[in-house]
């Protein structure tokens, strides 16, 4: 059993130039923590040297514990194990670049938010920065993989490995970058010394217009991308916010995140309401009658329901999924449900004769409070049944549909749109299981200590 101070480690996380994140157990309390400990690659050791790398660490861990804010992670103890710093945060499962399936061929097209999820989390990340700038804190390496996302859906931003304090002179070893490739601003780029509060605001921007199109604003040939172009659901007024939140030069961009904040704040009531008209006209002209979705094929009207353990080599080709993890019609995964509100809390499916729960847990959970969760709907006889059950991932499957654009948000969902990502019986190891994102459409995993919504089948 291995210790970092006094902390269990129980994983590792990840692995940067600078440090090593584990997943640890505090003592006595039993709470899940991230353990970031020096552990720099020998690249920057002969750059910079172990003094002032431990000197970089602990200004690190000086940032995070003296700024607090809802949007910036906690950091709350610090010590040395065996000579070297170690500092302790709160463990959160999941980040922006896996929401957005982002890869490390950056360049490469992602999942895309649905607009109303990107003005909220955008919202929140500068919101993040506000305070962190008004500290006269510059992060210097903002982009989805350092935005932590609790269960809760509230974004935590992390990583100030390369951040500046007001006042210091960060010294930067030639050869070494500041910062990420297609976040980075211009002038960082060129000059790390010459980043302020606005490249942070660059690349806060190329973040949003990742979340809302699944695209970058400049491509690696170069060739700028504005939103109206790659999506229909977006029109000019998102063309003149990037072209401010990604100009080129730093003084064409929005003076501070306040300001930018208040932009897209402008931005989604603007989108709002052409989503309000839009409605409008569906409630004044319907259209023609429809007839609901066609009876699915017989390979879709018995969905497996006994769990699997399908390992993450296996999981795309058994589960059906394209590149970004998303069910794949051509490998006849699209398997959409006939769904009505059963008027007791529950949703029945006339395509698979399943029984659903229209919303689910009130909270996210981990693997084993999930279990109890269902039993618990067993015991009280939830809309007088005793089978509910952990939905396999072929079940929920069912469930998932492609990103709600423009129009689409018009209509009342069946299901309650609360629950966005919930557990499935399916194991991937025997410390983690499969998760279905209900609102983005995308199957992902996670140990049994994340914390993800339940929605209980029965049938």
């Not at 982002?102 to 989390?121: D, I, K, N, T």
């Not at 980075?184 to 606005?198: F, G, H, K, S, V």
């Not at 006939?338 to 919303?359: C, L, P, S």
């Amino acid at each position: 059993m291995r210790f970092i101070g006094k902390y269990q480690i129980l994983g590792l996380l990840g692995r940067g130039g600078m440090g090593v994140v584990y997943k640890a157990l505090a003592p006595v309390t039993g709470r899940v923590v991230a353990v970031k400990a020096l552990r720099p690659a020998d690249m920057l050791v002969s750059l910079w040297g172990m003094d002032r790398l431990r000197e970089r660490f602990a200004a690190e861990a000086a940032i995070l514990g003296a700024v607090s804010h809802p949007n910036l992670l906690d950091v709350w103890d610090f010590g040395l194990a065996d000579g070297d710093p170690f500092f302790v945060m709160d463990y959160h499962c999941d980040d922006l670049g896996r929401v957005l399936g982002e890869s490390y061929r950056v360049e490469a097209p992602c999942r895309r938010l649905p607009a109303r999820r990107a003005f909220r989390l955008g919202d929140q990340l500068l919101a993040g920065l506000s305070r962190l700038h008004f500290a006269g804190v510059v992060h210097r390496d903002i982009k989805p993989y350092n935005l932590l996302m609790t269960g809760d859906d509230v974004v935590k931003i992390t990583d100030f490995g390369l951040s500046r304090a007001r006042g210091e002179r960060f010294e930067v070893p030639a050869g070494l970058n500041v910062g990420s490739p297609y976040y980075c601003a211009p002038e960082q780029e060129a000059d790390p010394e010459r980043a302020d509060a606005r490249s942070d605001l660059y690349a806060a921007g190329v973040t949003l217009f990742r979340m809302f199109t699944g695209r970058l604003p400049v491509d690696d040939t170069g060739l700028r991308h504005v939103p109206s172009a790659l999506d229909g659901e977006y029109g000019e007024a998102f063309d003149a916010f990037f072209a401010t939140a990604v100009n080129p030069d730093p003084a064409g961009r929005f003076p501070d995140a306040f300001a930018m904040r208040a932009a897209l704040a402008a931005l989604c009531a603007d989108y709002e309401a052409g989503l309000a008209r839009a409605c409008a006209l569906l409630e004044d002209d319907p259209g023609p009658a429809g007839q609901g979705p066609s009876m699915p094929p017989e390979a879709c009207r018995n969905p497996r329901r006994d769990p699997e353990k399908i390992s993450l080599k296996d999981a795309r080709r058994r589960f059906g999924l394209d590149g970004l993890w998303r069910p794949d019609a051509a490998l006849g995964a699209a398997c959409p449900g006939r769904f009505t509100d059963g008027g007791d809390g529950t949703v029945r499916d006339a395509a698979t004769g399943r029984v659903w729960e229209r919303g689910g847990s009130r909270f996210p959970v981990s693997f084993e409070a999930a279990a109890g969760y269902v039993a618990g709907l067993c015991r009280s006889g939830f809309a007088g049944r005793a089978d509910w059950r952990l939905p396999t991932m072929a079940e929920l499957l069912t469930l998932v549909e492609p990103v709600k654009k423009g129009a689409a948000h018009c209509a009342d969902p069946v299901f309650d749109p609360a629950v966005r990502r919930v557990w499935s019986a399916d194991r991937r190891t025997f410390t983690a299981a499969w998760m279905a994102d209900l609102e983005m459409g995308f199957v992902t995993s996670g140990d049994f200590t994340c914390p993800c919504g339940v929605r209980a089948v029965a049938g």
